[in-house]
């Protein structure tokens, strides 16, 4: 079983940072690619932003030179700093990893005021 915990969310104005955390535990050989996405009220789930075992990255449109994604191997986490937070990036925070196949956290909520 493995398992992804995500941390780091809270409320905050707009402006701010926030980091966010996602520890992989079980039984784990090889995390592949990495990621977070998110899930506004009535919206559909999207990406935010990727990370490969080689810490190649990709990120949406809407997060370019805010958000940056980094990983530690060894502890099994994936990170994604938040920075000149907006009202819009106000969403739930999905952890995602491929590890033999795709697993989700929980999700941790961010909010950010006007």
């Known amino acids: 079983q493995v398992q992804l915990v995500e941390s780091g969310g809270g409320l905050v104005q707009a402006g701010g940072s926030l980091r966010l955390s996602c520890a992989a535990s079980?039984?784990?050989?090889?995390?592949?690619?990495m990621g977070w996405y998110r899930q506004a009220p009535g919206e559909q789930r999207e990406l935010v932003a990727t990370?490969?075992?080689?810490?190649?990255?990709n990120y949406a449109d809407s997060v370019k030179g805010r958000f940056t994604i980094s990983r530690d191997n060894a502890k099994n986490t994936v990170y994604l700093q938040m920075n000149s937070l907006k009202p819009e990036d106000t969403a739930v925070y999905y952890c995602n990893a491929w590890i033999a196949r795709e697993h989700w956290g929980r999700g941790t909520q961010v909010t950010v005021s006007s």
């Open positions: 990370i490969s075992r080689s810490d190649s990255t």
């Open positions: 079980g039984t784990i050989i090889r995390i592949n690619d």
